[in-house]
């Protein structure tokens, strides 16, 4: 063989020696899994870390203490006092259903006026019920939960709102936060 292909030979020998070596340094540490399955990759967590306690360029920056309330929003004030399901007026309309049965809505009625002392009354088969009140002026205005006592769940609503109507929402809150049995009542407010 000349000297020149040795010589040739010899150099991609050495090159290709030098990348297995670094292919498997890669390997061993992780980084790659050109050659070894190791199942899921790794994540590395790139988020930075300061240990400084100098403040911060921010100009909403507070070291930690306590922090100032957030301003007040422009939503009515609205209180609901869970009645434990012992106002059930006797209405001359059909409750309102859900789909599956589960909730029953004696009051309000769909598109009825809804006023400060009125009540969300029915019958559920399950241990609490939710409600959300919607109107066209704030959106969401109160929303909380009502016990179901001996199937009954009753609540009063105290609350003043320059809306025209809205919505009041009830269901029940399965695992997880899904909402199940929803019943979507529009109401006029005065």
């Known amino acids: 063989m000349a000297k020149s292909s040795r010589k040739t030979l010899l150099i991609t020998l050495i090159i290709v020696v030098l990348f297995v070596g670094f292919v498997a340094a890669l390997e061993l540490t992780g980084r790659t899994s ?28 507070n070291s930690g203490g306590n922090r100032e309330p957030a301003p007040a929003q422009s939503k009515p004030a609205i209180s609901v006092n ?19 049965g589960t909730i029953k809505v004696t009051s309000p009625t769909s598109k009825g006026l809804f006023t400060s002392g009125s009540s969300l009354t029915g019958k559920a088969s399950v241990p609490k019920v939710s409600y959300r009140l919607i109107d066209n002026v704030s959106g969401v205005t109160a929303a909380g939960e009502l016990g179901v006592v001996n199937g009954n769940f009753s609540g009063k609503f105290s609350f003043s709102t320059k809306a025209t109507q809205g919505r009041l929402d009830v269901f029940q809150t399965g695992a997880g ?11 006029r407010f005065r």
């Open 177 to 187: 936060g899904v909402e199940n049995s929803i019943i979507e009542i529009p109401v």
């Open 34 to 61: 050109v050659i070894l399955d190791r199942g899921p990759k790794r994540i590395i967590d790139t988020t930075t870390k300061t240990t400084s306690g100098a403040a911060s360029a921010q100009s909403e920056f």
């Open 82 to 100: 869970d009645t434990g399901g012992l106002e059930q007026p006797q209405s001359a309309t059909a409750p309102l259903v859900s789909k599956d």
